[in-house]
């Protein structure tokens, strides 16, 4: 990993919204910020580094407690917002290291933390907004899971400092009890256990792969061909289904989920047997 | 003096940890309603674990049982924690996933259909990696989707726990039950030890996981619900008065502002003592259910 975690999602937060500071109150680990997106107000929420943080254990780009509920909060005064009116499109900004490791966290529940932030996504998506995630750097684990993978489109950069996984290498090599080597090797085998983005896509999860030539310092041109793409999932999120159908009906998904699709098919027939 | 007045309580118990995730779950449901749904004689098993060498289980390790708890119809999801440590692969994520959505297409359509997720597992199957935590996000995404309509309850019972991305969905049930031995937390101990270092965590200290993770400490915090004895008819009882009470009004899930604030009002210049926290946010929750 060549790019420092926090820098390409501040340097595109600050390019969709001209911002660069939390909203008040809120800490400085996390942005939130109103802007113009197509025809649409849009709200952009990214995770950043914040070495200043009271938590030690989240201060390199970690999704802790104080982010997840400020994540809660963020999603659902805009959902409070537009609760009778056009739904705003929810954009999560997608670049950060993975939940926090720490013992502060586990001792206060980090995992209902993270729940509140998943849970208010969702509510977003299921009432009708459009919610996109954007991922432009590491989206690793629990940090996924509370934001971003309740989006209804996942849109991510295609280059070799984005990663989706559920362990960095180190880790998940431990755990498994493989090389390094060997869990890299293994990766070009197996698309769900590779850390490539191009074999993630293969896995039909994706809605679209987006080429940017410099992803730290997007020209005029790349912010607007990004906003471009934007507009378009949020469009295709307006008219598609509010639940997550979208990844299993993908080509790619036909293609590498058929366990999924056959259990599926198989559990319904069975369900509906007396 | 009989047999039974000299044979001590504990002894006669029958026990849910030592039963299998079939057998737990059959024990939760009304006697002669079930049936089990994708069974190992579906054999549908991963194909991710042979291409690994690692021989596969023709239920790969998750048990959907359909059928009805005091009456009402309920599907009981149960993952095995012998096999992979209980971890959420394709195929056993798929099977979590399709059950919720048809509890909540029979809701929607006015069969209240409930389910209870019993939940031995460290997360994600991190040989099948990235369909894992993805069917961890389907599996959320599916529990809120049956949450509008009927609750859905998570028993953990032990002795593998609830980590990783599924002690994230847990915490989006309507109650969690959990017995002495269970544990609940995102991060294992070995994960923070590896991660932030032994002097954050000592993944030997077994006394210190329990006070953190265990169900006394959840159950006593307010973030798990009740605190069951390790005993089959103790937890079926249980899980019948929750359903009697019914979806709660607030999810625990929503309850942001009230975390935010206790998380905001935390000491983080040492560690948290687990014990201390238990009493301070009982105590709030306490004086906030007389209000």
Redesign the interface.
Known sequence: MSTQIGLRGKAWFQAFTGKNSPMAGDPGSLLTADAQLGEDMARFLCVVPNPGA????ARRGEVG??ES??L??RV?EAIEQDKNGKKRPIVAIVDLKS?A????????????????A???Y??AR?KGHPVIALVMGNAI??G???HG??ANRILAFDDADVV????HRE??A???LRTVADLER?GH??????YDIRD?AK?G?LYKLLHVESPEKPSPQEIRTVQGELVAAVADARVGPA??RN?LESTAAREM????I???T???A??LEK | MSYAAVVPEFVRRQSFIELDARARAQSLMDAGSWRELVGPFDRVESPWLPMQDIAPESDDGCIVLKGAIAGKPAVVIALEGKFQAGSMGEVSGAKMTAALDLAAKDSQNGKTTTAVLLLETGGVRLQEANLGLAVIAEVMASMLALREHAPVFTVIAGTVGCFGGMAIAAALSSYILMTREARLGLNGPEVIEQESGIEEFDSSDHALIWAINGGEQRVGMGVADELVLDDAPTIAAALRRCLTTGLPQVHRSQQVQLYRERVAALDTLQQIDPFSLRKSWKKETEEGVTQ
Request: charged share 25%; proline share 3%.
């Open positions: 009271r938590f030690p254990c407690l104080e509920y400020t809660a909060t659902r939940q490791y720490g013992r502060r966290e586990e001792t206060a529940a980090i995992f209902l933390a993270c729940a509140t998943a849970d208010a969702a509510t299921m684990s629990g996924f899971l509370t993978y309740q989706i996984h559920a362990m880790a998940a431990r755990i498994t293994l085998e197996i698309a769900p256990m590779s993630y896995l999860l639940d997550l990844r989920r058929k366990a999924s056959l259990v599926r198989k559990l319904e069975e369900w």
